[in-house]
C-alpha cells in the first residue's frame, strides 16, 4: 500500500511541478507511510474509480436512449408481437440491462413480456404514441430511480373501420335493391345456399349493389337451374340489367324446359351412357348450346328491349351472366353451363382431387376484356359455341358459381382456378381458417348457413372491394 501510496504521490507532485530535492528524500519517504496520507491516498482512488464507474454506467444510460429503437407498426384490431431485443441497445456487447417495464401499454390494449423481451396484445386504439421503457442498467442501486426512454409506437386504424357503410336510397326510378341478399334451400337432391352483398366500394358511397342471383327446382322434370349476374361498374343501371338477366334465364326455363323439350336430350345421355349410338357426345353438346343458346340470346333481347322501352342505352345495363342446369339421373349428374364474363363455375369432385371449371372468362388477352350478355357482337362471335359446358359425373362435392368480388381475392388470376389445391385452400378458408375465424358448416342440417356465408364474405382483401356473389351446390 505504501508503494501504490507513493507512485500516486510521486504523480501528483509531477503534475503541480513539486519537486523532492534529494536532502529531503527520507523526510518525502516519511510522509508517505504516514497512515493518514495513505488513508487520504486510498479515498482519492476509491472516488475516482466511483466517478469512473458512474462515467460508465451514465454513458451506457445515454446509449440506451439515444439509440433509435425501430419496432413494427401495429394494427388496430389485429394480434401484435415486437420482440424489443433490448441487448443490442446503445451497441453493447452484453447486455446490460437489468431491469425493464412499460408504463400505461394496457390503455392500448397491450402488455409487455419480460421473458421474451415482448409487446404483446391486441391494440384497441389507433395514433402515434411514444410509449415508456423505463429501465436499470447493471451497476445502479436496486433502489435507484429508473431510467427512461420514448420509443415511437404507430398503431394504424383498422382498414375496415376507414370505410362508411352507408344505405343505399330507395326510389321508384333508381332500380333499387337490397344492399345485401342471401338464401338457404333444397335444390331436388342437393342443397343451395347463396349470399350477395354490396361491395365496400359501392357501400362507402351509398350506391347500389349490382351482382344478383336466382335459382329454381323443376320438380316435373327433377332439373334445377342456378344462375348469377355481376353488372358493370362503370354502367348506371347495371344494377337492374343482372336483375334482368336472372330473372330472365329463370322465367325462359320456366316456360320452355318441359319434359318433351328435354326429352331428345335424356334419350341421347342414355345412349352416351350406355356407349351406344352415334356421336352422341356431339349431338348432346349441339343439344346445350341450341337450348342454352337461345335462353342467352332471349334474356339479350329482352334487355334490349327493356332499354328501348326506358329510353335508355342498352350498355347503360351491362352485365355478365353465368348459369348451370343440373339433373340427377340413375348413373349420375348432368351438368350443363354457359357463361360471358368474368364470372367461374367451379365443379369439385366428390373427393376433392378434381377442379372442372365449366366455362372460361373474359379476362386478360384470351378473352380480350370482359363481354357482357348485354353485347351483340357476342352471339356473332366464333367463340360462341364455346362459351357452353357439359359435364356427365357420377357425383360431385360442390358446384360453385361466383362473381369476381369472390374469385379476384380468393384465386388473384386465372390460372390459379385451374389448380386443385387452390380449390382446396379455398374450402379450408370457408371452413374457417381465415383471418376472422368464421365458418360456414356446409351442413343440410345447419339452419345458419345462409348468414354464415354473408358473414364470410365481410372477410378484409386490400384492394378487393367489388361486390361479392358466391352460390355453392352441395
Not at 69 to 79: D, E, H, Q, R, S
Request: charged share 25%; glycine share 6%.
Amino acid at each position: 500500500m505504501n508503494q501504490t501510496t507513493k507512485q500516486y504521490i510521486d504523480t501528483l507532485f509531477a503534475q503541480i511541478n513539486i519537486v523532492v530535492p534529494s536532502r529531503r528524500k527520507q523526510f518525502f519517504e516519511e510522509f508517505v507511510q504516514n497512515e493518514s496520507n495513505i488513508k487520504a491516498v486510498k479515498t482519492i482512488q476509491e472516488n475516482q474509480e466511483m466517478m469512473i464507474e458512474q462515467w460508465r454506467i451514465k454513458n451506457i444510460i445515454q446509449d440506451i436512449i439515444e439509440t433509435h429503437l425501430v419496432i413494427p407498426n401495429a394494427t388496430v384490431g389485429k394480434p401484435y408481437k415486437a420482440i424489443l431485443d433490448l441487448g443490442k441497445l446503445g451497441g453493447m456487447e452484453e447486455d446490460n440491462i437489468v431491469f425493464t417495464e412499460f408504463e400505461n401499454l394496457e390503455h392500448l390494449g397491450l402488455a409487455y413480456d419480460n421473458e421474451s423481451e415482448s409487446i404483446n396484445g391486441t391494440p384497441t386504439q389507433s395514433g402515434d404514441f411514444k410509449i415508456s421503457m423505463k429501465f436499470r442498467v447493471r451497476g445502479e442501486a436496486d433502489d435507484s430511480v429508473l431510467n427512461e426512454k420514448r420509443i415511437p409506437l404507430i398503431i394504424n386504424a383498422d382498414p375496415k373501420s376507414l370505410w362508411k357503410d352507408i344505405p343505399s336510397t330507395q326510389q321508384e326510378d333508381n332500380y333499387w335493391k337490397q344492399d345485401k341478399a342471401d338464401a338457404f334451400d333444397k335444390l331436388g337432391d342437393r342443397h343451395i345456399v347463396v349470399a350477395s352483398k354490396r361491395g365496400r366500394s359501392h357501400a362507402n358511397v351509398g350506391s347500389f349493389r349490382d351482382d344478383d342471383f336466382a335459382f329454381k327446382h323443376f320438380p316435373d322434370t327433377g332439373w334445377n337451374l342456378v344462375c348469377v349476374a355481376d353488372g358493370a361498374g362503370s354502367a348506371k343501371f347495371s344494377r337492374k340489367g343482372s336483375k334482368l338477366a336472372c330473372d330472365g334465364i329463370i322465367d325462359y326455363f320456366s316456360e320452355n324446359l318441359t319434359a318433351t323439350s328435354f326429352a331428345e336430350f335424356d334419350n341421347l345421355l342414355l345412349e352416351h351412357n350406355a356407349g351406344i349410338g352415334e356421336d352422341t357426345q356431339k349431338k348432346l353438346n349441339l343439344f346445350v348450346y341450341n337450348k342454352l343458346g337461345t335462353a342467352a340470346f332471349t334474356v339479350h333481347k329482352q334487355l334490349e328491349a327493356f332499354a328501348t322501352d326506358t329510353q335508355a342505352n342498352l350498355k347503360d345495363f351491362h352485365t355478365t351472366l353465368i348459369f348451370v342446369l343440373f339433373k340427377k339421373y340413375d348413373f349420375g349428374y348432368a351438368i350443363l353451363s354457359f357463361g360471358v364474363g368474368d364470372c367461374p363455375i367451379g365443379l369439385l369432385n366428390k373427393d376433392l382431387t378434381e377442379i372442372k371449371l365449366m366455362n372460361w372468362l373474359d379476362v386478360g388477352e384470351y378473352g380480350g376484356g370482359t363481354r357482357f350478355i348485354t353485347m351483340s357482337e357476342i352471339f356473332s362471335s366464333n367463340k360462341f359455341s364455346t362459351r357452353f359446358g357439359f359435364k356427365l359425373v357420377d357425383d360431385f362435392s360442390y358446384l360453385m358459381l361466383m362473381t369476381d368480388g369472390i374469385y379476384d381475392p380468393k384465386f388473384v388470376v386465372e390460372a390459379n382456378l385451374e389448380k386443385i389445391e387452390n380449390w382446396q385452400a379455398f374450402l379450408d378458408d370457408l371452413g374457417g381458417n381465415n383471418e376472422e375465424k368464421i365458418t360456414v358448416a356446409f351442413n343440410p342440417e345447419n339452419i345458419e348457413i345462409a348468414n354464415q356465408l354473408s358473414a364470410w364474405m365481410d372477410f378484409w382483401s386490400s384492394g378487393n372491394h367489388d361486390d361479392r356473389t358466391l352460390a355453392v351446390i352441395f
